[in-house]
Each structure stands twice: as C-alpha cells, then as structure tokens.
C-alpha cells in the first residue's frame, strides 16, 4: 500500500507587494523631507489657537531663548548678508569662511568672535556654548543682521518675512527688545512662531 | 529565508534526465529589510509638519503720525506681571484700583467679554481698545497668551504699549514684580 505523503506547502511568501509598497513610501519620505535644524538652546513655542501656515522659504528667523538670540536666514541670502556685515565692521571673510557660514542654519556669536568661530573645525563648533547675538544698541549687531538680509532679500524682489522663534518661559524683556529692534528698522510685520492649541469651546 | 524543495525529488519515470527548470522568484527579504530600515530613519528624522506661525503687525514708529484721541473710558489695559498673573483696569491708569487676575477661561478671559460688554453698552456699540503692557517680570508665554485671548474673545483693537513706573509700582505693592 502506498503510503499517503504529505504535500509540504512552501514558507516563502511573496515579497513583491511589501518590497512595492516599502519604496514607494521610502521614495517619498526622501523626497519630502527636509532635516531637522536642530535648536541652538532649547525652545518650548507657546500655543496659539488661530495659526497660519508659514511659507518654506524666503523667511528670517530669530530664536530667542535663555536670554540668547540667535539669526538664521535662508541659504541663498546667507552669503551677501554675511559679507554686508563684514564690511560694516570692517571685517573681510575669506571663501571658506564664508562657506562654512552657508552651511550654518545660525549666528550666534557676536561679530568679532564669528571669524574664529567659523574657523574652528566642526566637532569643537558643536562642543561649545554660544552666548548669542548681542542686542544692545551699542554695537547694533541684531540690527545691522536684519538689515542686511532684508537688504540683500529686497534685491531679490521679494519682502523677507521676519519670524520669531521665542521659548514660552522666556522673559519678555529679551523678546521686548527684539521687537524694538524690528520696530526701529521699520519691520512692523512679523510673525511669531506657535504651536496650534484646540479652540474652546 | 530559504525555499524549501517541494519538488518531491523521484524517481524520473522514462529514464529520461529533463534539465531542472530554475525558479525564477528572487528571494526579497534583504531588499525590503533595507527599504523599511531607510523609511523609519527618513519618518524620524523629516518635519512634515511645517512650522506654523501667528501673525503680529506693530505700528509703525519710524514717522510720526496722527494720533487719534480716544476715550479713557473705552479702554482696558492689562499688565502682564509674575507668576503667571496679571492685573488688569478700565480707563486711566492710577484712576481705577486695578484687578489682580490670571490667564485662563476664568481669569482673562470672562473679564475680557465682561468689559467687552459693558463699554459696548454704554457707548453705543463702540468696541472695546485692549492695552498690553508686558512687564519685564513676565514670559513670552504670558504675552502670546493675552493675544490669544483676545484672538478667541474676538477683539480687534488692541495693541501693545511699553509699560509706566507707576504700573511698575502697582504690579510691586500686589506682589506680582518679583
């Protein structure tokens, strides 16, 4: 008698539908990303219950936290409105320097110490604290930053858009004076960044 | 994940020796490995959500213009003071003995659509003008706050004003400068 034998069913399932979906989402994931630009101090954005959705580029931001600001501009204005401000503290970047700033998402050292700063090599850049843009009116650092971007923005026909970054346990003075600053060049619209928060009802 | 040989593997009847058909089917598991692996680390490390910001317009200081008067008793003024507290009064400053209040549906808020409703009654449907005036002891959170409020309470006319000593002394003797 022939013995009844057992069909063995294969264990390998079909991968091409997972292997399908798997790219399609990794495809675009790559292509809608943009990096994180991690904070220079750490920043709580207070909630708001009515917010716009702000545009990806052509803005300024100002980040304000443990009493520090901190400037960043967007990547292609970097460049001119890092060479404007030399010139008005009479201090000339060579190319790399001035590459290495393009890489940088933010200034925060005051403008004298920015040409050892942008020379050091970018663990120790990492490594270090940095005390901020000053705002005093002496030195008008803040000011002449924000002038020149939107110097150099103007060229480019287009009106910068000045977004302020603050940490919700700020104390207001800090973010007070950024708002003068802003007033004073005659930038009266700006836009806060906030998180959404539930209307109430 | 290897396949396993279902073919049975008899004996060939016929004696005759066929050449063995290769599977075609390539073995996917690496490469979906290594495509899930990219999704995670792009998910974690992409913002979708993109920043959302509020829009603030400050007036303009750099020229003079036309200041339109306008009545004392039309306004509230609210001065942001410590521990997330504030104080608030109707008209002039030193006239009315102000209210110390927090921030919250309870506190801002309901004082908020109360005077709303008042000054609108006595002066003929004319809106209420809000005053901010944050004081250096409180937090950027405190001032987004107020806004907010007056966001959700609906009032239009408000601005934000440089606080006087004398707001500064009241903020002391309540406590709330420190």
Known sequence: ?201 | MAELDTSGGGKHKGGKVRSKKASTRVDLTAMVDLAFLLITFFMLTTTLAKPKAMDMAMPDTTKPQEQLAVPATRTMTILLGSNNKLEWYIGETGKSAPTVDNFGKDGLRKALIENSNKIKASHGGQPMIVLIKPSDKSTYNNFVNALDELNITGIDEHAVVKITQVEIDDLKKNGLYN
Not at chain 1, 9 to 18: I, V
Not at chain 1, 112 to 139: C, F, W
């Open chain 1, 1 to 201: 008698m022939p013995r009844v034998k057992v069909q063995r069913k294969s264990t390998a399932t079909d991968m091409t539908a997972m292997c399908d979906v798997a790219f399609l989402l990794l495809t675009f994931f790559i292509l809608t990303s943009k990096f994180k630009t991690p904070d220079p101090v750490p920043i709580d954005i207070p909630g708001y219950t009515k917010t716009v959705v702000l545009p990806e580029d052509n803005i300024a931001t100002l980040t304000i936290g443990s009493g520090k600001v901190f400037f960043g501009v967007d990547q292609n204005l970097r460049k001119t409105t890092l060479e404007e401000v030399g010139k008005l503290y009479n201090i000339t970047f060579t190319p790399a320097e001035i590459n290495t700033f393009i890489g940088l998402p933010n200034v925060g050292v005051p403008i004298h110490s920015l040409k050892d700063y942008l020379n050091m090599d970018s663990e120790k850049r990492k490594a270090i604290q940095l005390p901020g843009v000053p705002t005093d009116s002496v030195s008008n650092e803040l000011f002449n930053w924000i002038k020149q971007a939107r110097l150099a923005d103007a060229a480019l026909n287009k009106p910068l858009r000045i977004t302020i970054k603050g940490d919700a346990k700020q104390e207001y003075p800090t973010v007070g004076r950024v708002i003068d600053i802003l007033q004073k060049q005659g930038a009266n619209k700006f836009s806060l960044i906030t998180a959404l928060k539930a209307a109430p009802k």
